[in-house]
């Protein structure tokens, strides 16, 4: 028995003298094989954080606003929407997904208040060749900057007061088809074209489903260094109307807009300092004309403090519905994460009837999948 | 008067459909981090063309979706990135924006380095934002274990050989220098990190853990309360405590990241603090993989107590 415990100790003593190096990286590779698939049960494919699930259920997020209002004046309109109290602004739920290996969909239903749920925007879309993609839907359409975004994305809480008069609260939000196209140049430059429903009241509102309207724009940007960038973009709509008298048959409007904005962030320090300057003009033509601007200036002085200023001013230069105001605003946002802000706003308006100074207060937060914002 | 002007838009826009950019032969690769470009430049050699997106001295959590980058992406023929929701915030917009179907997922040219490396602090169970800006999946701050350059070497020059399969030697062989070259500057550096084996340090966000756990060295706390979360002052009171009581300092943090607080720590604590750079680029001299290693550690050595 001794003899055989004296074997083993030789044999086992000795062969583990002539391990080479290359059975020790065979071992360690099997080691970080091992390891790996030990994580592997927690694979990042189940992650809906990239916006899109890959474990086949949709990526959901839901956005809340909550606002608190001060108005010094005519909180006994009910027609206002700016009255002094607390509501729900708004809440957001989102879902999107790849449909199949050719199509996308991206679904928002919209609940403002607390009752009428609508669907915001529904938007299925396909890459149909390199640069060129293709979507169907209701959605914002590509009129200008701010039209394009989402309550929760506005830079301040509530409208220049140009996008407000001539698009009214919901914005140029339509039914339609589109495609874009990015241009092979060396800077960024895109093509959009867009045929929807003239069904948006202030502008259109179309007699008939047949009453289209037609989109075009043509945004660019340029990188002035590295830290500086410059976008400028053109956008022109037009379509049959069905807003003037009705001996009037054949109405059509126009809407132009110009947009510029420019943005700063030194690299090496992007979560702690920005500036954005963003000016865009927006005119309707038709039997009446409307125009207005906003210039808007948002400046992140630290870690999650954000302070900004707006001035938006819109006017009707002529006819019976003559009108001229302005809105000048100052708002201030604590950012603690990227998934909530706090903000808290001032607005005076100028107008005909007496003016008007509002204090805004607004608790904006994200939940679920991981937003990957725009530029 | 509207057709016509219509025509001329038209006009326009055909001139601009005519002109194309000057196309290059070989591959055209886009990374997301800088230290995934310096490693595919060494695979790839004179093949193909690399760009990272991000610099080494920006923090690739919170860049930007530029359009710029949008045009890079569309002109790409392979996109490399770290993944474990390190691009989460930008990475999606791009490729979407890039309108560029070779890049997208599931597609020939993508490729996440992730998926083959062994990662550190996956999270197990309760996974939610109370945690602050945690990464379920893993640690993304691989690229900071020089072991794991030759499991991104390996990946980039799968596939490139995928993508390319004529060049596949000359592939090989640059794939084979840069694995000699690693194995050399990694016994360098596993000797000059020697001496320090289980010191204890404090970092500001947990972008050391792959680098801690390669040489040795122990991560007692991060300045930070939660991940992505600025201490408050009951925790840099508790982070005070500790150093004193543990003997640590030596703060450690990336170059993107405010020093402020880990001074604030020091001023307490007599510690000192040492920004070092956590990807290619973020210190001039760290100009590709090997020197950011080199520079990491020729700093690190200077400012470390060697442990008894």
Redesign the interface.
């Known amino acids: 028995m001794k003899v055989f415990y004296i074997l083993l100790i030789i044999i086992f003593g000795s062969s583990s003298n002539v391990w080479s190096s290359n059975e020790f990286e065979d071992l360690k590779r099997r080691i ?1 094989v091992l ?2 698939t030990k ?1 592997q049960n ?3 494919s189940s ?1 809906t ?4 699930s ?1 474990r086949l259920n949709p990526a959901l997020s839901v956005n809340g606003l909550f606002l608190g209002t001060y108005n010094d004046k005519g909180n006994y309109d009910s027609s206002k929407v700016a009255r002094t109290g607390m509501k729900i602004q708004e809440v957001e739920i989102r879902a999107a997904a790849y449909i199949d290996t050719f199509l996308r969909a991206d679904i928002l239903l919209a609940i403002e208040g607390t009752s009428n749920i609508e669907v915001e925007a529904a938007i299925v879309e396909a ?1 149909l060749s ?4 293709f979507r169907a839907g209701k959605f914002f359409t590509a009129f200008g900057k701010h039209n394009q975004l989402h309550t929760h994305e506005y830079p301040f809480i509530d409208l220049p007061v140009v996008s407000e008069e001539i698009l009214g609260e919901e914005g140029l939000n339509e039914i339609g088809v589109g495609a874009s196209y ?10 959009t074209f867009q045929v929807m429903e003239g069904a948006n009241t202030n502008q259109f509102n179309a007699r008939a489903g047949s009453d289209f309207a037609y989109l ?1 724009r ?1 945004n660019n ?3 002035l260094d ?1 830290e500086t ?1 410059m ?1 400028l973009g053109g956008s022109y709509v ?1 379509g049959k109307n069905n807003l003037a008298p009705s001996s009037n048959f054949d109405n059509k409007t126009q809407l132009v807009g110009a947009d510029l904005t420019f ?1 700063w ?1 030194p ?6 300092k920005t500036w954005v300057w963003q000016t865009e003009f927006i005119g309707s033509f038709r039997e009446q004309t409307q125009e207005g601007w906003y210039t808007l200036l948002q400046h992140q002085f630290a ?1 999650r403090w954000w302070i900004q200023g707006r001035y938006s001013g819109y006017t009707i230069p002529n006819g019976a519905n003559k009108e001229d105001k302005n809105q000048w605003s100052a708002l201030l946002a604590w950012v603690p ?3 909530s802000t706090v903000r808290l706003q001032y607005n005076h308006l100028n107008q005909a009837t007496a003016d008007e100074n509002q204090v805004l207060l607004q608790l904006n937060f994200t ?1 679920g999948s ?6 | 008067m ?1 057709i016509y002007k219509f025509n001329i ?1 038209l006009l326009v ?1 055909l001139f ?2 005519v ?3 000057l196309s290059w032969a070989g591959l055209n690769v886009i990374t997301t981090t800088s230290d995934l470009a310096s490693i595919a430049k060494e695979v790839g050699g004179s093949l193909i063309k690399v760009n990272s997106l991000v ?1 080494g ?3 690739a ?8 980058y ?2 890079k992406m ?1 002109r790409a023929d392979l996109l490399i990135y770290q ?3 390190l691009e ?6 791009l490729i979407e ?5 070779e890049v ?2 599931g597609q020939r040219g993508h490729l996440d380095i ?6 550190l602090e ?3 169970g309760t996974v939610d ?1 109370s945690m602050g ?1 945690i990464h ?3 640690n993304p701050h691989y690229n900071l274990d020089p072991e794991n350059g030759f499991i991104i070497a390996q990946s980039i020059f799968n596939k490139l050989v995928e993508l390319d399969p004529e060049n596949k030697g000359e592939y090989e062989s640059n794939l084979s220098v840069f694995k000699q070259k690693l194995k050399k500057k990694i016994s360098q550096w596993e000797k000059k990190m020697e001496p320090f084996r289980g010191a204890k340090i404090i970092t500001y966000h947990r972008v050391w853990s792959y680098f801690a756990k390669k040489f040795g060295l122990t991560i007692v706390n991060t300045v930070e309360v939660k991940p ?3 201490p408050t002052t009951k925790h840099l009171a508790h982070l005070t405590a500790l150093m004193k009581h543990e003997k640590i300092d030596l703060i450690i943090q990336a ?2 990241y ?1 020093p402020d607080f880990a001074n604030m720590v020091a001023d307490k604590t007599g510690a000192k603090v040492l920004t070092l750079p956590a990807f290619v680029g973020g210190y001039p001299e760290a100009q590709d993989y090997f020197s950011l290693f080199d520079t990491i550690i020729d700093n690190l050595t200077s400012n470390l107590q060697p442990s008894s």
């Open positions: 970080r390891e790996k994580n927690n694979s990042s992650s954080a990239t916006g899109l890959n890459l390199k640069n060129l993609s990015l241009l092979p140049t060396d800077w960024f430059s895109e093509f075009i043509q940007l340029w990188d590295d960038t976008e037009f943005k962030q690299a090496g320090r992007e979560a702690y870690n994460s990227e998934f939940m991981h937003p990957a914002h725009k530029y | 509207k838009t826009l601009v459909f002109y194309t950019p610099k001295i920006q923090d959590h919170f860049i930007q979706p530029k359009p710029s949008i045009v569309n993944g474990l929701e989460v915030g930008w990475l999606p917009v924006g890039s309108r560029n179907p997208r997922l992730s998926t083959n490396i062994s990662r996956v999270v197990q934002r800006d379920p999946f893993g992505g979360v600025p170059v993107f405010e």
